[in-house]
């Protein structure tokens, strides 16, 4: 997880568009307005984790506690974390 590139794009844009770029990847080969990939798992990857943390800090979370909670999440799904 490059988080810097997260944080970037969580800046960047809004969870729309990240929704968008997300569909233009899947259905492009990867190919999308918002953020450039060598695979398409790694970029679709990419956004919904930035798009995660972006609605996280809509909500009021700070960068750094949406950041975090997305890393809790991964490892609750992971089943690191009960």
């Not at 770029?21 to 190919?31: F, L, P, S, W, Y």
């Not at 798992?41 to 950041?67: D, F, H, P, R």
């Amino acid at each position: 997880m490059n988080i810097k590139e997260i944080k970037e794009l969580a800046k960047k844009f809004t969870p729309e568009q990240l929704d968008n770029c997300i569909t233009q990847a899947i259905e492009n080969d990867g190919k999308n307005e918002c953020y450039i990939g060598e695979d398409v798992l790694e970029v679709v990857n990419t956004l919904a984790k930035a798009q995660t943390v972006k609605e996280l800090m809509e909500q009021g979370m700070s960068e750094i506690e949406a950041i975090r909670e997305l890393a809790r999440r991964i490892r609750r799904v992971q089943g690191a974390e009960k």
